[in-house]
């Protein structure tokens, strides 16, 4: 499931993208947002509405945090270059690492929820597969009460 989250694919059958390919991506929307399923295995990757934010605030930010901190830390303890030089290296690119690696955050995040809480299957337990939309079904046309 990790090879699968790195390699941005589906976290069940690890054939399909989880993503638009970055060379047909029109939009941010198109960067950040997932597809809508598996068109394989029909693995759904947003179980719910705000499903990745935690992904977004944990894996992304936490990541993207510890990564500036490091690099913080070696500058200027290790290497002791100016603090301007050191503020300038460590702050510029990690909005751009947090752009790229968003992408892989929610991969990733997919990844620890499916090990964690399995949830595909034919048991029917919360598991919701990509299908297309069925009609509506009517109300039943409702029968006037007998008196009895
Ligand atoms: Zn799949």
């Known amino acids: 499931m990790m090879a699968n989250a790195f390699r941005l694919k589906c976290p069940t059958c690890g054939e399909r ?17 997932p597809l809508d399923g598996c068109p394989r295995c029909g ?20 990541i993207g945090a510890i990564l500036g901190l490091v690099i913080y830390l070696v500058l200027d303890f290790w290497a ?13 690119p990690m909005p751009i690492f947090n752009l790229w690696f968003a992408r892989h955050s929610k991969a990733l995040f997919l990844a620890f929820d499916l090990f964690f809480d399995p949830h595909h ?21 409702l029968e006037p009460v007998s008196k009895f």
């Open 17 to 33: 993208p989880l993503f638009v390919p970055w060379h047909q991506v029109r939009s941010l929307r198109d960067w950040f947002m």
């Open 43 to 62: 693995y759904a990757f947003e179980r719910e509405p705000g499903y990745f934010l935690l992904s977004i605030f944990a894996i992304n930010y936490g």
């Open 80 to 92: 002791r270059l100016p603090i301007w030089l050191v503020l300038t290296v460590t702050v510029i």
């Open 121 to 141: 299957g034919d048991d029917n337990g919360g598991d919701q597969r990509v299908e297309p939309l069925a009609p509506t079904p009517k109300a039943p046309d």
